[in-house]
């Protein structure tokens, strides 16, 4: 079945530090990909996402592009602060069939940016 | 615009007691759902509705009902509570499927003891 694999936390960096959590995908067909991130106490809100190969969604700083040759959404940022502690979610949607609107996470990766 | 929202934030059932799990969106959505989170994983989705009096099973539905019978309400049913159900539960909504955005709620702290 579809399936979502993102790096294990937690990730800790240093202020202005460059970002890369990886995900890689599972998939029949061509999924829409995202990236939901969750603040301490809060619910998830979407980050970015992409609906076809090659796509970047960006959004705040961050980036990721998706790389249908290496069932890819790697997330990225140049230089992260303190308020991007967070939990990073990567999901998918299905394109085509009965599940076109259900989400697929990843387990999550906690990010704590240290000043 | 509220967005969505649930009720109660917290609650703490003993082993075979019963709860509704409350979820109201103000946004005019079509679809909405429900998932739980348990620590170190990610979500999974309990069940999901395409419309008012349409609902189907996701991937966990087990000791779980639900309803819609209307846009904007889709409460969360749990007959018998069990230690298993411990969790936090996020209702969520989206105008369509597919690539639509979903709106997270703040989240219920659900313990069962």
């Known amino acids: 079945g579809d399936s979502v694999t993102q790096m294990e936390g937690p990730v800790t960096l240093s202020e202005e530090a460059f970002l890369t959590i990886n995900c890689t995908y599972t998939a029949t067909g061509y999924p829409s990909l995202f990236w939901y991130v969750q603040y301490p106490g809060e619910g998830l809100q979407l980050l970015l996402k992409a609906t076809k190969a090659d796509d970047k969604g960006s959004n705040k700083g961050f980036e990721a592009t998706y790389r249908k040759e290496t069932t890819s959404f790697h997330l990225e940022k140049g230089s992260v602060q303190v308020s991007d502690s967070a939990v990073y979610f990567c999901a998918l949607i299905r394109g085509y069939g009965g599940a076109t609107n259900k989400l697929i996470f990843g387990t999550g990766t906690l990010l704590a940016v240290q000043p | 615009n509220a967005g969505v929202t649930q009720t109660p934030k917290f609650r703490i059932l003993k082993i075979g007691q019963s709860m509704t799990l409350q979820c109201t969106q103000d946004m005019n959505h079509n679809y909405m759902y429900w998932y739980r989170q348990d620590p170190g994983m990610g979500l999974k989705l309990i069940y999901y509705s395409v419309g008012a009096g349409i609902t189907d099973k996701g991937e966990v539905p087990n000791g779980y009902n639900v309803s819609r019978s209307t846009t904007e309400d889709f409460p969360l049913r749990l007959e018998l509570a069990a230690p298993s159900q411990t969790s936090v539960y996020f209702c969520?909504?989206?105008?369509?499927?597919?690539?639509?955005?979903?709106?997270f709620g703040p989240g219920t702290r659900l313990l069962v003891l």
């Open positions: 969520a909504s989206s105008y369509g499927g597919s690539a639509e955005t979903q709106y």
